[in-house]
């Protein structure tokens, strides 16, 4: 039997598994870069307030640790391709990583592919089948995005170059998540490092930038998609070395799946003790110990953005002053009295959406737990469902307001240092980034209505939450009416620190949220588990 039998049938299935969450992510990220083209095309319409804009970005060593530097100046396609490379590497390469690592290692722990394996497939078929959904992934994303850029009027060349320039960090971590698959024992320990990796590649870049060590950029296939320079003299050559790098990266995972037996991992796994220990004596404790690895995570990457955030705070102001149309947006978006209130208010808004994605991962863990059977045993006991959902949902609850917090707080201490206002600037960011909870709250509580009613459809969570995106954050920007946007909850959060703080929303959006959990764990009572 050929090592490769079986991966068309077990690709046909993974693709239709994860349908939703292709879909979701090709939408966001196509909607990220068109939205980002048309606001940039809106704001800058003279080659002059192009030059300023970009002369201040690569004067700014926060914002080049951030996004990278503009290397093609002058032109909507140069500082589009400049705003997307960065982040949206980082995004493209976490949706190949969840991608791979759920169709290799994940069916592996949930025993899928033992079934799977009893039948007429090949040793190498489902981690070729798990790779090829992350290829077909970041496929669909460098069309899509190519098609949307064209659609805002930009020139083709240059818009396939930022589809296919996201493609080089895409396939490289679809490489990467393969290895990982194969060197842990449970899938949340090889995404753990496969998102590892990507943090170290982002970080290598951001040095590389700010410090002007162009060598540390070069290691990293993040700074890769930056150097394809699109809209500028593409270099359609890295296009290519990046696919072979991703291929060699490819071949080490084959040869690693052939040393490891089907269940286990290469990483050896540190055994725990015989008896639980007394902490570990209630569902809240046991929610602590499943979920503390990524909330940690989360924690450290809200410090560091806070911190990144607050030191860019004070430059604002030159980075836009040649821009009447920026200074009005970031008004819309993020308040009303001052420019840098006004961009203080956006970040905080785009914060409170990422405090908001880790709360729907909480809510979806309910959902894993209960399909890997896990959850019935536990349910043999005296824990009974709600007390057991409660456990997992107070982490949803109490973790986008610590999350928050600490941003906050970082970027208040990061900017009250540059203007010597400690006292003033941390309670002041503290407040902006905290009024976003609610919001966040009300996005945990429809993926928990969907856990407990149609708990098939849990992933289109996601879906929300790309709508939210688009309306709250792009609204503005396309130019929506205030009746559509409404629809977000995160566009009747308060503009701080340059509004007035109004309770009224607030309480709104926060007796929503308890309505909505509220029916979530009524359906899960009543409907059969699994």
């Known amino acids: 039997m050929n090592v490769l039998t079986g991966t068309g049938q077990l690709l046909k299935l993974g693709l239709r598994r994860s349908r939703i969450m292709v879909a979701v992510w090709i939408y966001a990220l196509a909607a990220y870069a068109a939205g980002t083209a048309y606001g940039f095309k809106s704001l800058y319409d003279s080659q002059e307030s192009l030059r300023n804009f970009t002369s201040g970005i690569n004067g700014n060593g926060a914002t080049v640790a951030l996004y990278g530097r503009v290397l093609v100046p002058g032109s909507i396609g140069g500082i589009t391709a400049w705003r997307l490379a960065a982040l949206g590497g980082v995004m493209v390469a976490v949706m190949s990583v969840l991608l791979v690592v759920r169709h290799t290692r994940g069916d592996e722990e949930a025993g899928r592919l033992e079934l799977v394996g009893a039948g007429v497939v090949g040793r190498r078929a489902p981690l070729t089948a798990g790779l090829l959904v992350g290829v077909v992934a970041n496929l669909a994303v460098a069309l899509v995005t190519t098609i949307a850029l064209i659609a805002c009027g930009l020139p083709a060349a240059g818009s396939l170059a930022v589809g296919l320039a996201w493609a080089i960090p895409g396939l490289f971590f679809t490489a990467v998540a393969g290895v990982t698959a194969q060197l842990a024992e449970t899938a949340q320990a090889a995404r753990g490092i496969a998102l590892a990796v990507v943090g170290v590649a982002f970080l290598l870049r951001a040095a590389g ?69 007394p902490s570990l004596s209630s569902p809240l404790a046991l929610a602590w110990r499943l979920q503390r ?17 607050g030191a860019i705070i004070k430059g604002i102001s030159d980075l836009v002053k040649d821009s009447s149309g920026t200074r009005d947006m970031l008004t819309k978006m993020g308040g009303q009295r001052g420019l840098e209130d006004s961009f203080v208010g956006t970040v905080m808004g785009v914060l409170g959406l990422i405090a908001a994605v880790y709360a729907i991962q909480v809510v979806l863990r309910l959902r894993t737990e209960e ?3 896990r959850l019935e ?75 407990g009613v149609v708990p098939r459809y849990v992933a289109a969570a996601w879906g929300v939450l790309a709508v939210f995106l688009l309306l709250g954050q792009m609204g503005p920007v396309l130019k929506l009416s205030q009746a559509v946007m409404d629809l977000s909850p995160f566009t009747h959060v308060p503009k701080l620190p340059g509004g007035d703080l109004t309770v009224t929303p607030l309480a709104v959006l926060t007796a929503l949220a308890v309505a909505v959990a509220a029916a979530g764990l009524a359906g899960f009572r009543r409907r059969d588990i699994g």
Do not use: C, K, M, N
């Open 209 to 277: 930038d700010a410090a002007r060590v162009s060598w540390l950029v070069w290691i990293s296939p993040i700074g890769w998609s930056q150097r394809v320079r699109a809209f500028g003299g593409e270099r359609w050559w890295l296009i290519a070395l990046g696919v072979v790098l991703a291929g060699a990266v490819v071949a080490l995972a084959y040869a690693l799946v052939e040393r490891r037996d089907l269940g286990a991992g290469l990483l050896p796994v540190r055994p725990g003790p015989a008896e639980a220990a």
């Open 293 to 309: 690895g990524a909330f940690l995570s989360w924690l450290s990457g809200f410090a560091v953005y806070g911190a990144v955030i």
């Open 371 to 373: 399909t890997a059977q």
């Open 377 to 451: 045993p536990l349910l043999a006991t005296r824990v009974r469902r709600v007390r057991w959902s409660i456990g997992h949902l107070l982490f949803a609850a109490a973790g986008p307001a610590v999350l928050l917090g600490v941003a906050g707080a970082a970027a208040g201490l990061a900017h009250g240092l540059r203007v010597h206002d400690v006292g003033t600037q941390v309670p002041r960011l503290l407040g902006a980034a905290l009024v976003q909870v609610p919001a966040a709250w009300v996005t945990a509580a429809i993926a928990l209505l969907l856990f």
